[in-house]
């Protein structure tokens, strides 16, 4: 029998199957910190090959800030013309 599966990114945090949510904290925790030291500028990269969660990562910390206040969440992506 011939199975198809989704690719797609995850959303939410009740779709990690893979326990992805782990690293989400921590780099909410990073992002937290140097918030609160007043950092004016920081980088966070997000590297893997095709298919290894990057977005699902970036959802899932999406997330997490989402309706936190004094936090502005912009997203960007460099393939769009």
Not at 9 to 15: A, C, D, K, T, V
Not at 34 to 46: L, M, V
Request: glycine share 8%; proline share 2%; hydrophobic share 35%.
């Amino acid at each position: 029998m011939l199975k198809v599966y989704d690719d797609s990114p995850i959303q939410m945090g009740s779709e990690d199957q893979y326990g992805r949510i782990k690293l989400v904290n921590k780099l909410a925790h990073i992002i937290n910190e140097k918030s609160k030291a007043h950092h004016r500028c920081f980088t966070i990269g997000i590297y893997g090959s095709w298919g290894e969660g990057k977005t699902s990562v970036l959802n899932l910390l999406k997330e997490k800030f989402n309706g936190i206040e004094n936090v502005c969440q912009c997203s960007f992506n460099p393939w769009m013309l």
